[in-house]
């Protein structure tokens, strides 16, 4: 991890910069004979080292803190401990949902995802496990978004995915798509025999749009009538086989950003990676 300079150190740091320059010359000319301004050097490096240091780091989960098969390495979970026990606050910030099979394989080195940062912001949790209110989609998307894809041609090789509080629901089973989210041990996937009825009979945090990467540009512009503008909903893509429809309001920025208020912090506190 690269921490980069908070606000506050590099005010402070600007403040000492003539007694570092003073003690760093003296240094480099060999000019130092009662190791004064070497020990001040020193001194205000370090000072400056812990000021940048932060107190929370948010991290993406899928291309970032996992492995390509969705796993932690070792070395990936000797740091997340390495920065727990330095009091660091590691927070998941990630397109995936709480639940699912990677919560006992990842989560359980982010103290259960509490706190944490799910479905691009749509759900997340305080240190507590107290879940904050979710940002959902706007009731009559998700039958939009279904019925976009019902009249265009490349609808028909799209499997729709609504995630519905812990769970993501499903139409069609015979799928590889289907298999490889799965894989992927995000929310548990469940089956209903019509998408569009339990989409209308819950509130639904996000819609995953699964295709072939090559067809994603088709359907991201078949969708693009009704999602967007005044609709409520975005489009975002994270990996080359899925779109997400998600509320355009909810991101995941937002959302650690909330976090922070809520703890008494500000960005110059944190690190995103």
Same mark, same amino acid.
């Given at each position: 991890?690269? @921490?980069?300079p908070?606000?506050?150190?590099? =005010?402070?740091?600007a403040a000492v910069? $003539? +007694?570092l320059?003073?003690?760093?010359s003296?240094?480099?000319s060999?000019? /130092? ?7 001040t050097m @020193?001194?205000?490096?370090i ?5 940048c240091? $932060? ?6 989960c899928?291309?970032t803190?996992?492995?390509p098969?969705h ?5 990936a979970r ?6 727990d026990r330095?009091? /660091?606050i590691?927070?998941p ?8 099979? @990677? ?6 080195e ?8 799910f479905c691009?912001?749509?759900t997340?949790?305080?240190?507590d ?15 939009s978004v ?9 609808g ?11 769970? +993501? ?10 298999l =490889?989210?799965a894989? /992927?041990?995000d ?5 209903v ?6 989409c209308?009979?819950s ?15 088709a359907?991201?512009?078949? /969708?693009?009538?009704v999602?967007?503008g005044?609709?409520?909903g +975005? ?5 080359d086989?899925?779109?997400e ?6 991101d ?5 950003g909330?976090?922070?208020?809520? @703890?008494?912090?500000?960005?110059e506190?944190?690190?995103?990676i």
């Open positions: 991890l690269a @921490w980069a908070s606000t506050r150190a590099v =005010r402070i740091a910069e $003539p +007694a320059k003073t003690a760093v003296s240094f480099r060999a000019t /130092v004979k009662s190791g004064s301004d070497l020990w @020193w001194s205000i490096l000072g400056l080292a812990a000021l240091r $932060p107190r929370v780091v948010f991290t993406d899928d291309g803190l996992l492995r098969d796993t932690l390495s070792d070395r000797q740091t997340l401990r390495a920065l330095a009091g /660091v590691v927070v910030a990630t397109g995936r949902g709480r639940a699912g099979t @990677w919560t006992s394989s990842v989560l359980t982010l103290r259960g995802g509490a706190p944490g940062v691009n912001g749509c997340s949790f305080d240190r496990g107290t879940a904050l209110p979710p940002a959902l989609l706007p009731t009559s998307l998700p039958a279904l019925g976009a894809l019902g009249t265009s041609a490349v028909a090789g799209c499997v729709a995915v609504a995630y519905v509080g812990d769970e +993501a629901l499903y139409e069609y089973s015979a799928s590889a798509l289907i =490889r989210l894989a /992927v041990g929310s548990p996937l469940r089956r025999e019509c998408l569009r009825s339990a209308a009979a509130p639904v945090s996000k819609i995953l749009l699964l295709h072939d990467a090559h067809a994603l540009p359907l991201r512009a078949a /969708v693009a009538p999602v967007g005044a609709s409520g +975005a489009v975002t893509q994270a990996i086989w899925m779109l429809v998600v509320p355009s309001h909810a995941k920025g937002s959302a650690a909330e976090l922070l208020a809520r @703890w008494g912090l500000g960005w506190h944190a690190l995103a």
